[in-house]
């Protein structure tokens, strides 16, 4: 069963902040929310990874609800650069990081 | 912040030939090193976890001698493509993670090789 549910593809216009959503209804007390994200034909990159706290980095923000069930990725200001596949990933700290289909965000100018 | 390179970063083989890939962290030790594959309009597959100094252990589904592993050392992995056919054209990325850091964001990701077997 998958571990997260996230939308197959959402739309942002250029300049504005893009929400994705993700679910995760089952995550245990010790795995922590990851996010990547993949630009096409290149490898993953690392976007932000948080427990039970909101997170913001140079990046984008993470928001977790408290029941810690679901988490909003925020690029606060989508460029035509943040176009890419956006994967939610929920694992313990050592695990490897299994992929799941993610979302594919376009940013439209 | 921690690098993680591949090379060739494109290869075309002929079919029944093998091709080999290398990972390498950059400026960091890795024990562990993992290798994806990525067909098109895919997600990344998992194939296998490599551990230096020990053999590698393959997802399900995943041919071990077809698809052979090396982590001879801290900071290289090598995926070999054995008798390569064209089902074998794919994206092949490969993974570190930091022994220092092995929590937190500590997998890092190589820009990936692009296979094509003709």
């Known amino acids: 069963d998958a571990k997260t549910t996230q939308p197959t593809s959402m739309d942002c216009a250029e300049g504005r902040a893009a929400n994705l959503p993700c679910n995760h209804s089952?995550?245990?007390?010790?795995?922590?929310v990851y996010w990547y994200r993949q630009i096409h034909s290149q490898g993953p990159q690392y976007i932000i990874h948080g427990l039970k706290n909101n997170e913001t980095n140079e990046m984008a923000s993470l928001i977790i609800t408290e029941d810690r069930k679901s988490s909003t990725l925020i690029l606060p200001h989508a460029t035509l650069r943040d176009t890419a596949v956006y994967y939610c990933?929920?694992?313990?700290?050592?695990?490897?990081?299994?992929f799941g289909p993610g979302t594919s965000l376009s940013v439209i100018p | 912040g921690a690098v993680v390179s591949q090379h060739p970063s494109w290869v075309i083989c002929k079919s029944g030939t093998s091709v080999k890939i290398e990972c390498r962290s950059l400026d960091f030790q890795a024990t562990t090193m993992f290798w994806y594959r990525q067909f098109p309009k895919q997600s990344l597959m998992l194939m296998a976890t490599s551990n230096e100094g020990s053999k590698a252990t393959y997802e399900q589904g995943v041919e071990k001698d077809k698809f052979l592993i090396n982590h001879a050392s801290l900071t290289l992995s090598t995926l070999t493509v054995t008798s390569a056919h064209p089902e074998d054209s794919s994206f092949y990325i490969c993974s570190a993670r930091d022994r220092e850091l092995a929590g937190g964001r500590g997998q890092y990701f190589g820009p990936g090789t692009r296979l094509t077997v003709t």
């Open positions: 089952t995550i245990s007390g010790n795995e922590y």
């Open positions: 990933i929920v694992k313990a700290s050592y695990d490897k990081v299994i």
